[in-house]
């Protein structure tokens, strides 16, 4: 068996989900207070104040205050990391996963009071990172991980920049520059997975029925995916601005408008 090269932009792995995690209420992170939050902005949520309350929630679940170094711990390598998400996730409740997965049944309308301005510095800067804390994976998964670690089968680099396939060599070409570890290489592989997830991008998609749409005017894309869409109902927006009476969608074409579905 060859060994498993597994490359992403940034190089980390995904929280590993606790065992022991529970729903939460937030006090803060309501529909009522996000409301009265964007009335005294102006109309709009500041991302900078999202992160400030939902810092909150996790401070008053836990008890002390929020370490995100402690959370992130950035400064672990990959083996070390992955074991010690292993170690808190069976030993107790995991309070910030626990916060944090309690969102979901607001976090559409927290993205949808965002200014425009304050998504496209999410998605720049934050989103990557969100996903791969929010987005955890079950410990069972991890332990698997581990051992393909502790053996030597599988290896993770950050700082992934392009992946070509060279037709004279037949081989897949994956560049890596990870400047902050001042390390660069060319990965070459017979074969090659992408699982980066599926496009949202409307406006470069292949299928007919969503370029005929598009053609006609009767939806216009998102610039965060999918088609723009009337958050209360779901229907899409025309090009025109009117809302469509017989046209809604769901799943990768709305996450635009409710950030994921």
Known sequence: RGKIVCTSRNGRLPSVRGIFNEPRTLDNLTREKIDLFAAENGGSLKLEHVFSVLQQEVEKATGMKCNLNEIMNPQAGIFDYISSEIVLSEKTERLWQSVIYSTNSVIDYVWHRLSTND???FQKTFGSLWSSYRVSFPIKNAQKLRELLRTDRIIVFGGVKTVNFNDINNVFETRIHDEDAGFRTIVESEYLIN???FSTDVSRTEEPLI???LKRRLAVANEFGGFN???ESGHVIRADGVRSSNISVLGSLAAG????T
């Open 119 to 121: 998504k496209r510095l």
């Open 195 to 197: 699982a980066t997830g």
């Open 211 to 213: 370029q005929n749409i």
């Open 229 to 231: 869409l009337d958050f």
């Open 257 to 260: 408008t409710y950030f994921w």
